[in-house]
């Protein structure tokens, strides 16, 4: 089987490959959504599901709720790249590099829930206070963009403007200089099947973007990708004493910065979910992958722990 593509797929939740033998029903190189959605029905035609334990079944009808009415009547998906490249174009027709603040008035019309008993209408991925002013609140969507709360979360702000994609994997804060901030862009949990090789439900990354004035304008790091690269950035991590090291997981390995972003050397290879730095050392870094790793000095090296636990799919 090989990969499809399609773009803009929000509100989805990732599961374990362990569930997913209905992707073998599905024996078209590229299939469109119609096969797909085939195949899982033929599944579960004999196989009955539990909506409260099955996440299998879950995330595919959401997925599939999603979906239906964006592919009709085609069924076929549109490229990852394509909203990205028409991002660009218009940078470039316009001559534009920024936008200018909005001060439009929006107000929520809903909804506020999905049809037919689907939980959810969207996600997010990661939420950091301001380590100066827990009353700062920073949250990233899986799909709808970047916002701040200057409140404690009583209102919030729209930060999203001049974001390549609007998929925000994780927030990092300069521990002391808090103006300078990072994000992880893309959507860094969304519905994976058939071990990645069917299709992904989720924004892809563009990289890692710094902001240097508390989030109001943003630039691209040397650590970047075309969405057509299909990179996932799971975690962003900031070291609490030194600030000039980053540390960021996802399907590129583990990349490492120590001079704020300017340049990025990739430490390790692989597939890896997770990353922390140790509580009372903050040169002891642990990350997950198939197993536990760690580096002893800041992120620099690292090897797998022997005895800690194994995993299968994501951990």
């Known amino acids: 089987m090989k990969k499809i593509t399609f773009t803009f797929i929000l509100g989805l939740f990732l599961f374990s490959a362990n569930a997913q033998e209905w992707t073998k029903g599905i024996n078209k190189a590229n299939p469109d959504f119609y096969d797909i959605q085939k195949a899982?029905?033929?599944?579960?035609?004999?196989?009955?599901?539990?909506?409260?334990?099955?996440?299998?079944?879950k995330a595919f009808r959401r997925w599939e709720y999603f979906m239906e009415p964006r592919v009709y009547p085609s069924g076929k998906f549109n490229s990852d790249?394509?909203?990205?490249?028409?991002?660009?174009?218009?940078?470039?027709?316009?001559?534009?590099?920024s936008q200018t603040t909005s001060t439009a008035s929006?107000?929520?019309?809903?909804?506020?829930?999905?049809?037919?008993?689907?939980?959810?209408?969207?996600?997010?991925?990661?939420?950091?206070?301001?380590?100066?002013?827990?009353s700062i609140v920073w949250l990233g969507a899986a799909g709808g963009g970047l916002w701040q709360s200057l409140n404690g979360g009583s209102?919030?702000?729209?930060?999203?403007?001049?974001?390549?994609?609007?998929s925000v994997a994780d927030i990092a804060i300069h521990p002391t200089g808090?103006?300078?901030?990072?994000?992880?862009?893309?959507?860094?949990?969304?519905?994976?099947?058939?071990?990645?090789?069917?299709?992904?439900?989720?924004?892809?990354?563009?990289?890692?973007?710094?902001?240097?004035?508390?989030?109001?304008?943003?630039?691209?790091?040397?650590?970047?990708?075309?969405?057509?690269?299909?990179?996932?950035?799971n975690r962003l991590i900031i070291h609490p004493t030194n600030p000039d090291i980053l540390l960021?997981?996802?399907?590129?390995?583990?990349?490492?910065?120590?001079n704020g972003g300017t340049t990025w050397t990739k430490v390790k290879s692989g597939r890896f979910y997770d990353i922390e730095f140790n509580t009372y050392d903050p040169n002891i870094?642990?990350?997950?992958?198939?197993?536990?790793?760690?580096?002893?000095?800041?992120?620099?090296t690292w090897a797998a722990i022997p005895g800690s636990p194994k995993f299968t799919g994501r951990a």
């Open 248 to 258: 960021t997981v996802g399907t590129d390995g583990i990349n490492r910065t120590t």
């Open 40 to 57: 899982f029905n033929e599944y579960y035609k004999t196989h009955i599901p539990s909506w409260e334990a099955d996440d299998d079944y």
């Open 106 to 134: 929006w107000t929520a019309l809903g909804p506020q829930f999905s049809a037919n008993g689907i939980a959810g209408i969207g996600r997010v991925d990661c939420i950091t206070f301001d380590p100066l002013n827990t």
């Open 155 to 166: 209102t919030w702000t729209d930060k999203s403007l001049n974001l390549p994609v609007l």
């Open 178 to 233: 808090t103006n300078t901030m990072y994000i992880a862009t893309g959507d860094g949990f969304g519905y994976v099947a058939g071990g990645g090789n069917v299709f992904w439900g989720g924004t892809y990354s563009t990289g890692v973007m710094k902001s240097t004035d508390g989030g109001t304008t943003w630039t691209a790091l040397t650590l970047n990708y075309n969405v057509g690269q299909r990179q996932i950035i």
């Open 285 to 300: 870094v642990y990350a997950v992958k198939d197993s536990v790793y760690r580096s002893l000095n800041g992120g620099a």
């Open 81 to 97: 790249d394509a909203t990205w490249k028409v991002l660009q174009e218009n940078k470039i027709s316009t001559n534009k590099t």
